[in-house]
């Protein structure tokens, strides 16, 4: 490391441990009392960590400014061996600068760069040892706890806990015991009693928290929260985790900033594991169609005709759901295939539960040229349904499958340990706009909170743009989630017949990829209002949603960076269909668009002649 880089790190680490002297009681308790203060390497903007041992008990806090984002908060763990929430001694401090480059193969970007402070407290009770680990960077402070000595650890609970000041802004997620798969709408109030999945986001005055975790793998089942009437309680899933020792838990993760921060931080993905895949060149995402919402599976012909749209409209993929039949998958993968459209298939986990039925399966589908799988009804984040997504994730790239969770628990940074995870479901998505009688269609404030909260613990297999679901958006903001939810496979739900009605919407998603090079918050107020800028390449796309009544909606276009730019916009229409124009602005200049009630617009960007009529 250079003398510059050492001095940059020795400014940024503000470490001011208060010992025996500052505390200033008597020599027993100097080692179970300290104070120490972690920052991020660099911008003032970024949040402190406070980690306070007293009398032998840890807590965390959390600041950015003069703002306290997370008031003093329980650490500690419990195993079988010791009660490691209590009766702590600090034995050493151990400080290095992180800094990691990395690319993935979905995502609000797709190269990322993360550069924080770590902090590794020794402690010890007895005879027994537990570390502390804990990074700041920009956008945000993790935790994690380590037992470095253990050769086997059972761990029976942890006394991790947030306590988010009172009187703040919530945006929570009802976990479902029964369902295990984060498949409800968000409340804004939180109950006593009740779990909530993550993320949880939180706006307190001038500062938002997002709080997640990273890092889970058949290590330790998935957490969750639960509150007490006050703070929030980190719920394990198990009676018991138990791993080979050394074992170091999942990250508990906290995004920390104002909301682009928030919205376009990488942080869950910056502490997840490096990839497992050296040869990522067959991991492809794209666009799919996917029958099973209109017309259901059906049949070879019924495929055939969503494969045959699928390679006019220029789309990658078929999905094929549940009900597919064995002899008809291969002629149809040749079919498709000589049209330049693969195909995926549905798989129940339990078929795929042994060593055995995944290899026996992987190979055959594979044999048949299927290049991936939706894997549904997985409905647990325990202990043994992570060391199921283990051996599943190993076996799929084995194969050259890429993967698809439905009915399963969120995404906490797998699409970088293994890159062929190309989205995952864990929302209350358009299945359950599917037209039926009685259904009411969800409220509007569900689509525009996602953004900010599911989608930024990974893709989101929302199944979107399905003009004839029982909706509460104008088509407009419909074709726009395109846009808005990130997925590495987005899968355009609708009938072929309804697309069809739709020129002007089959006009642009022709053109919308599915992964992006930047993402950029352009206006957000999570449940009122949704304006993201992606960048594909030298073109930028902006999905924009609103609730409420019709508006002339004005946002900036800082993001563009110089020059004059061609906007292609795709918008809501007094006739209520998608209506398309031009115009062009200058960059940093207000895009101002007429928006519906409850609606939105898509658009696309390029820097054309003064001459172009359009994007091209």
């Known amino acids: 490391m250079g003398s510059r880089k050492r001095s940059a790190l020795l400014a940024a680490v503000c470490v001011v441990a208060a010992g025996a002297g500052l505390i200033g009681t008597t020599p027993a308790l100097a080692a179970q009392s300290g104070e120490w203060r972690v920052t ?14 007293d009398r032998g008990k840890l807590t965390l806090s959390v600041k950015r400014g003069a703002t306290t984002v997370l008031e003093p908060s329980a650490l500690g763990i419990r195993t079988a061996d010791a009660d490691l929430t209590d009766g702590l001694r600090f034995v050493g401090l151990d400080t290095r600068l992180v800094h990691d480059e990395y690319t993935t193969t979905t995502g609000r ?16 009770r007895k005879a027994s040892r537990l570390d502390l680990v ?44 029964g369902r295990s798969d984060y498949e409800s709408a968000h409340v804004r109030a939180p109950e006593q009693g009740v779990e909530y999945g993550y993320p ?26 639960t509150y007490d009437g006050s703070r929030y309680r980190l719920t394990l899933p198990d009676p018991a985790e138990t791993a080979n020792g050394p074992l170091a838990t999942p990250w508990r993760t906290m995004i920390v900033g104002d909301l682009p921060t928030v919205t376009e931080s990488d942080l869950i993905t910056d502490l997840a594991p490096p990839s497992k895949i050296s040869d990522t060149s067959w991991i492809k995402p794209g666009r799919a169609v996917w029958s099973w919402w209109g017309d259901g599976t059906g049949n070879l012909d019924l495929q055939k005709k969503y494969a045959d749209y699928a390679a006019k409209q220029g789309y990658e993929y078929n999905l094929v759901d549940s009900g597919w039949a064995a002899d008809w998958i291969p002629p149809l ?7 330049g459209v693969d195909t995926w ?41 992570m060391r199921w997504y283990d051996a599943v994730l190993a076996a799929a790239a084995k194969y050259h499958l890429m993967l698809n969770f439905h009915g399963a628990p969120i995404p906490r940074g797998t699409e970088r340990t293994w890159p062929h995870v190309m989205s995952v479901e864990a929302v209350k998505g358009a299945e359950g706009t599917k037209p039926r009688p009685g259904r009411e269609p969800f409220p509007i404030e569900h689509y525009l909170t996602l953004p900010f909260t599911r989608n930024l613990t990974g893709p989101m297999d929302f199944t979107p743009v399905t003009f004839t679901g029982v909706r509460p958006n104008s088509d407009a903001a419909e074709l726009a989630l395109s846009v808005l939810f990130e997925s590495g496979v987005q899968h355009f739900a609708d009938k072929v017949d309804s697309y069809t009605g739709y020129p002007v919407a089959e006009q642009f998603l022709r053109g919308v990829p599915t992964v992006w090079d930047e993402t950029q918050l352009v206006a957000g107020d999570p449940g009122k209002l949704a304006v993201f800028a992606r960048r594909s390449g030298a073109r ?45 602005v200058t960059a940093g200049e207000a895009l101002t668009v007429p928006v519906a009630r409850n609606g939105g617009y898509a658009a696309r ?4 002649p003064p001459t172009a009529a359009s994007c091209g």
Not at 149 to 163: D, Y
């Open 605 to 608: 960007l390029c820097q054309a």
């Open 134 to 177: 804990v990074r700041v960077s920009d956008d945000g402070v993790a935790y994690r706890y380590v037992l470095p000595e253990q050769r086997w650890a059972t761990v029976l609970g942890e006394a991790s806990e947030f306590a988010v000041p009172a009187g703040v802004s919530n945006f929570l997620l009802p976990y479902d015991n």
């Open 200 to 225: 949880s986001l939180f706006n307190v005055k001038d500062t938002w928290l997002l709080i997640a975790e990273s890092d889970v793998d058949g290590r330790y089942g998935g957490s969750r929260l």
């Open 333 to 339: 993968v040749q079919h498709s295939k000589a049209k």
């Open 345 to 385: 298939i549905w798989v129940r986990w339990q078929t795929i539960d042994t060593d055995s039925e995944r290899e026996r399966l992987f190979a055959q589908y594979r044999s048949w040229g299927v290049v991936g799988l939706k894997i549904d009804f997985v409905e647990s984040d325990g202990q043994d349904r």
């Open 40 to 53: 991020a390497p660099s911008r003032s903007t970024s949040p402190e960590a406070v980690v306070k041992l």
């Open 109 to 124: 970007r797709l190269k990322h760069e993360y550069t924080g402070t770590e902090n590794t407290f020794h402690l010890q």
């Open 540 to 584: 930028w796309f902006i999905g924009a949603g609103v609730a409420g009544d019709a508006r002339d909606l004005t946002v900036p276009t800082s993001f563009l960076g110089s020059g004059s730019w061609l906007v292609e916009v795709y918008h809501d229409s007094p006739t209520g269909k998608i209506a398309f124009d031009t115009k062009r």
